[in-house]
């Protein structure tokens, strides 16, 4: 069985990897906003900005100086959500745990979070931001896929891409609560907002071979709720959070509270509703138990597989 300490990392070199490329797209969307300055763009850049979650942005100040509130979420250190701060809390647990990711998985992350960092960093987001995002978007693909084609896929593979897949589904969910839920005012319908929304998630391009040029509420939700084939819909991730889950808990017993038992769960309630089911309760209910679930989860995998009482750690 893997060290806790080594799982531990492992986990938390998946989630700060997704956190930083879910906020290199919203800040992304949030800059094309800024300069069009359109009430549609206006709508897009607050949408964007009240995903980021209010811990880390006040949206209401945020909105009056947007370029500058982008510039911090990508550079603040001392915003532990930014993403720089993500790049360098991955790059230290990959380092905690060198011996059990690849040369290229290592190089991948090393290079990316030293470029993130250097004193030319902010010159070249200066010259130009919106391709200085993209290109942290792209080396942050090319770790993952580094990650995926080159480790092997036992324990340390699994505690990664576990950490990937929570991280995206309480993401998703956040926006998708920002956007869709009913608590939050008027539903959006304008087609540039309806657009970034897809932007925000990687969407727009699957969603558009799914439902032609059709945007609305409805579908979007729908495909980013529920699609079984999307990677980055909510189902798909909470399926690969249980069958990670599933052979990671292989030979033990699966007791209340366990995470699979909470992951089965989570994975069955979005296998076995739709749409309809949503539109009848509300978005708010569905999506504010998708993110407390996942908290759940990721607080159950702590107390299984990292702060397990000594007597477990032990042979009778």
């Not at 920002?178 to 939050?184: L, P």
């Not at 699957?206 to 609305?216: F, K, N, W």
């Not at 980055?232 to 399926?239: D, G, K, L, V, W």
């Not at 299984?304 to 000594?310: N, Q, R």
Request: with cysteine.
């Amino acid at each position: 069985m893997m060290l806790a300490r080594v799982a531990d990392s492992l986990y938390w070199v998946g989630r700060y990897i997704e956190r930083a490329e879910h906020f290199c797209r919203l800040s992304d969307v949030m800059l094309n906003a800024a300069v069009d300055r359109t009430d549609s763009a206006r709508q897009a850049a607050h949408i964007a900005l009240s995903a980021v979650g209010k811990d880390d942005v006040d949206p209401a100040v945020a909105m009056q100086h947007p370029v500058d509130a982008v510039r911090a979420l990508v550079f603040d250190r001392e915003n532990t959500s930014s993403v720089v701060s993500s790049l360098a809390r991955a790059r230290e647990n990959a380092r905690q745990v060198r011996d059990q990711i690849t040369t290229e998985t290592w190089e991948r992350l090393n290079l990316l979070y030293l470029r993130a960092t250097s004193p030319q960093a902010e010159i070249a987001y200066d010259q130009g931001a919106a391709a200085f995002l993209q290109e942290i978007i792209a080396d942050l693909h090319l770790f993952k896929g580094a990650a995926d084609a080159t480790m092997s896929h036992g324990e340390g593979w699994r505690f990664m891409f576990t950490g990937v897949h929570l991280e995206r589904a309480q993401l998703i969910a956040r926006l998708l609560r920002v956007c869709f839920s009913d608590v939050h005012g008027q539903a959006i319908d304008d087609h540039l907002a309806l657009v970034s929304i897809l932007r925000m998630a990687c969407a727009l391009e699957p969603y558009l071979r799914t439902y032609t040029a059709d945007l609305h509420t409805r579908y979007i939700m729908e495909f980013l709720l529920f699609d079984e084939d999307f990677p980055r819909s909510i189902r798909f991730s909470t399926a690969r959070i249980e069958e990670h889950l599933a052979h990671l808990s292989k030979g033990r017993e699966i007791e209340r509270g366990d995470p699979l038992r909470l992951a089965g769960r989570l994975n069955a309630r979005l296998t076995y509703t739709d749409v309809e089911d949503v539109e009848a309760t509300g978005a708010s209910a569905i999506l504010n138990s998708v993110e407390a679930e996942c908290s759940s989860i990721h607080q159950a995998m702590y107390e299984t597989f990292v702060a397990y009482p000594l007597e477990m750690r032990l042979p009778t």
